[in-house]
C-alpha cells in the first residue's frame, strides 16, 4: 500500500505550502523551551496537520498524503518496537535487577564520570555490531541509564551518552542502514566506505568520550545514590536473559520486532520460573472491566510516544507530497558548482531534509541520485560524498529534538520516574559525538581533511 500519494498544492503558494512546517517549527520550538515531555511535540505535529488543511487546495489528496506517510514501513516498525521496548524494559525494571546491578557497580566504586563514559563505550560497540540505532537505546536504556543514574551520574548526561554511541553505530556500522543508503546511492564499495569513514567517526568518538570523562555532572545523596538501590537480589538477575536473546538475535541479523518477542518471552518465561514474579504481578483481570499488570502499563505507558509518531509519519507524507524534496533538490543543485560549494550544498541539504523527516536514511536516499550527479560533475569523490551524506545525518537527525533520537530515550528515560525523566530538548545539549560530529564536518569543509581518498 506504499504507493505514492498524488502531489498536493497549497493556496497562497510558497508561503500556504510552508505553513504547516512553520507551525510545527514555532510548536516544537515552544516545547523544547519549556522543557516539555513527549506531549509538547505531539501537539506539536498534530497542530501542523491541522493548519495544513486551512491551506490545501484538495481535501482528498491531503488525507490521502497523511495516510501515505503512515504507510511507510518504517512507521510500523518503530511503532511496534517503542511499544514491545517498553515491555521488556518493564520487566527488568520492575524486577529488582537494576537495583541489583547498581549496588554492585557502587561497592566497585565504578561510579559517576566512569560510569557515563564507559556506558558510551559499551554502546558505541553495540551499535555498531547490530547497525541499529533506535534498537539500541531498547536494549540500553533499560538497564544502563538507571544503574548510571543510581550511581551518580546525571539523567541527561547518561541519555547523552547512549544516544551518543548509538549516533556512532549508525555512522560506521557496516550493517546500518544510513550507511547502506549512502554507499549505495554513491555507487561506492561499502568495505571502502566504512573505512574512509573511520577518518571522521573515530576522532570524533574520541572526543566524545573524553567528554564525558572530563565534563559528566555527577549528583550527590539521595538525588543520585541513595534510597533507591535496597539491597542487592541476584535472583533478579535472571531477567538479564531480556538483553540477552535481544542482543544474540540482532546479531544473528534478526528483524528487530523479532528481536523484541522472543526477548519479552524469554523474560517472561525467566521470571515466572525463579519466582521473581507471580502471573498476577504480569498479567491480571481483577474486575470492574480493567485490566492490571507490568505488561499492560508498559504498553498505555506508550500512548504519548506512539500518538507522536502518528502524527510525525503523517506529518513526513504531507511534507513528501507537497513537493519539499523537490525544492530542496533543486536548492542543491542551483548552489552547487564547485568542489567546495558542492561540499557544503551536500552537508546543507542533507542535514536540512533529515531534520525535517527525521530519518537519515529517507533523506540519503531522497537526495542520493543528485548528489551522485553534481558530484561527479564537481570531481567530488564518491567516498567524500558517501561519507559527507551519512556524517550529516547523524549530526543534524540526532540533534533535532523532535526526532526519534531524542523522544524515545526521553519517553524511555521517563518510565523510571520523575527524578530520572530526561526532558526530550535535553538530549542534543549532552550528544557529544553528534556535537564533535559536527565540528569535524566544519573542519573537513573548510580544510579539505579527508577530501582526497584513493578508489578501490
Known sequence: MNQKAEKIEFRFGKAGKFAPLFVAAVMCGWAAFGQSNVNGYV????????????????????????????????????????????????????????????????????????????????????????????????????????????AKAAPEFMIGAIVSGAAFGDNLGPISDTTIASSATQHADLGMVVKTRTRYSLPAAAGAFLLFLLFSKTTEGSAGIGEGIGAADPVSLVMLSVPLVIITLCLMRKHLITALSWGILAGVAAGLFCGVYTMDELISFPGGFSVSGAIIEAITGTAGTVAMLVAAFAFLGVLECSGLFEDVRNLLERFAKKERSTETAIVLSVGILSMVTGVISVAIVALGDLVNEIGERAGVNRYRRANLMDCTGCVFCFLAPWTVHCVIPAQQSAQFGEAFAVAPASVPFVNYYSLCMLVMLVVALITGYGRKQTEK
Open 43 to 150: 501537539l506539536a505535529f498534530f497542530a501542523a496537520l491541522v493548519t495544513g488543511i486551512i491551506f490545501v487546495k484538495d481535501d482528498k489528496a491531503y488525507g490521502e498524503a497523511l495516510v501515505y506517510g503512515l504507510s511507510k514501513p518504517m512507521f510500523g516498525v518503530i511503532v511496534l518496537a517503542v511499544i514491545l521496548a517498553a515491555v521488556s524494559g518493564k520487566l527488568i525494571s520492575a524486577s529488582g535487577a537494576v537495583q541489583t546491578i547498581a549496588a554492585y557497580v557502587v561497592a566497585a566504586g565504578f561510579t559517576g564520570k566512569l560510569f557515563v563514559a564507559a556506558s558510551f563505550f559499551i554502546t558505541c560497540l553495540l551499535a555498531f555490531a547490530t547497525g541499529t540505532s533506535v534498537g539500541t537505546y531498547f536494549v540500553v536504556i533499560p538497564i544502563l541509564f538507571p544503574v548510571g543514574v543510581m
